[in-house]
């Protein structure tokens, strides 16, 4: 992982390959972690959206399939944190209170 070769020295593809998924998905296998690790996806989703953001002012340039995985990378981290913020809720008994379906 480390280099000091001047072709990979400044390799910015690490920001939306996020290699700290590897952390994650070992952490996730314990289930009384899991609810702890509700801040991870709401990291990644904003590192994603800032980077999305940011991709034009960067140094390097990427790939345009990046875009693509990025957004994919992003509603997936977003739809999870949302759905399990719902399904607290639902147990909680908080849920749909008042509204009409």
């Known amino acids: 992982f480390i280099s000091s070769l001047e072709a990979t020295g400044w390799n910015l593809n690490l920001i939306w390959a996020l290699p700290t998924h590897f952390i994650f998905a070992f952490l996730w296998l314990f289930k009384p972690l899991r609810m702890r690790l509700s801040w991870y996806l709401k990291f990644t989703a904003a590192t994603l959206l800032l980077f999305l ?20 990378g992003l509603l997936r981290t977003g739809g999870m944190s949302f759905i399990r913020k719902f399904t607290d809720k639902m147990k909680r008994g908080n849920g749909l209170d008042g509204v009409k379906i």
């Open 53 to 72: 953001i940011s991709m034009i002012f960067l140094p390097q340039t990427f790939h345009w399939l990046v875009v693509p995985l990025c957004l994919i």
